[in-house]
């Protein structure tokens, strides 16, 4: 088991870094909302609400490459950009070590 960590932005700007354990198969989605972020994700996971949507401000360049589910989903957002992603579609493992991500879907109640 090795701890990875990286940093996250919350929609106000406060920047955190989570230390997350990479034995237990989490999303990004995931280790956020157990983080305590407030990440709507309403479709729990499946590339289908594009509610999780986060921007890679660091490290994109080393996550693996987006699918054709993810990328169709960013299309719908009137604010998705060129490092835009889905957290629920990146897994908590090596390749996000040192990447710096920004969340931008919306907040639940
Ligand atoms: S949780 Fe719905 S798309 Fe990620």
Redesign the pocket.
Known sequence: MALIKFKVENRDGNIQELEIPDDMSLSL?EALKASEYN??????????????HVQVKEGLDKLPLINEDELD?LDTLPDAMHDSR????IRINDKIEGSWFRILGPEHE
């Open positions: 989605m990440i709507l994700a309403t479709c729990g996971g499946m590339a289908l609400c594009a509610t999780c989903m889905l957290a629920c579609q």
